[in-house]
T-cell receptor, first 111, second 111 residues
Framework: NAGVTQTPKFRVLKTGQSMTLLCAQDMNHEYMYWYRQDPGMGLRLIHYSVGEGTTAKGEVPDGYNVSRLKKQNFLLGLESAAPSQTSVYFC??????????FGSGTRLTVV | GQQVMQIPQYQHVQEGEDFTTYCNSSTTLSNIQWYKQRPGGHPVFLIQLVKSGEVKKQKRLTFQFGEAKKNSSLHITATQTTDVGTYFC???????????FGKGTMLLVSP
């Protein structure tokens, strides 16, 4: 089925470890986004991309890096995980200003 | 920066009662979108409003965009248990690539 696929779905990291979250979309969308969702905080934009090879910072970019080497993939990296990065991470994509299609999320716990 | 406020944060209704959530932006918006997130799920795009004073309906859901394009509302008539979830508004400023999400209104419907 067409959509946005996120891997992994769950992960537990120790403080200081690194990891990469993968987002893949098969809708040929130009725009892709990474959000984090914390209780009472809504959805906060981490980084986004308006096309292959481009990335930009969102509202809460510190501690994260991203890459968009291929149009269909958007990777989110945590170089040195901290407990404050415990969250649910959602990837989304869109065709220009249209509605976003979200992935099913990655639940990350940093201990 | 742009802020999007949603009220109420939480509402518990009896099945059959009506429900309304309100969204207010600190800046004029070019468009506003609404999303629904079921418990444990991911946000799902419902609708986009673009024109000043626009009203759109989807079955029992009515969406409005204010004349000044700074506020919006979602009204659900005769709620059902399937309406349970968190409803988010998300606004886009003119010239910006990304949406700013409100913190959402959590709706609980008792049978």
């Amino acid at each position: 089925n067409a959509g946005v696929t996120q891997t992994p779905k769950f992960r537990v990291l120790k403080t200081g470890q690194s990891m990469t979250l993968l987002c893949a979309q098969d809708m040929n969308h130009e725009y892709m986004y990474w959000y984090r969702q914390d209780p009472g905080m809504g959805l906060r934009l981490i980084h986004y991309s308006v096309g292959e090879g481009t990335t930009a910072k969102g509202e809460v970019p510190d501690g994260y890096n991203v890459s968009r080497l291929k149009k269909q993939n958007f990777l989110l990296g945590l170089e040195s995980a901290a407990p404050s990065q415990t969250s649910v991470y959602f990837c989304a994509s869109s065709y220009g200003g249209d509605g976003y299609t979200f992935g099913s999320g990655t639940r990350l716990t940093v201990v | 920066g742009q802020q999007v406020m949603q009220i109420p944060q939480y509402q518990h209704v009896q099945e059959g009662e009506d429900f309304t959530t309100y969204c207010n932006s600190s800046t004029t918006l070019s468009n506003i979108q609404w999303y629904k997130q079921r418990p444990g799920g991911h946000p799902v795009f419902l609708i986009q409003l673009v024109k000043s004073g626009e009203v759109k309906k989807q079955k029992r859901l009515t969406f409005q965009f204010g004349e000044a394009k700074k506020n919006s509302s979602l009204h659900i008539t005769a709620t059902q248990t399937t309406d349970v979830g968190t409803y988010f508004c998300a606004g886009r400023q003119s010239g910006y690539s990304t949406l700013t999400f409100g913190k959402g209104t959590m709706l609980l419907v008792s049978p």
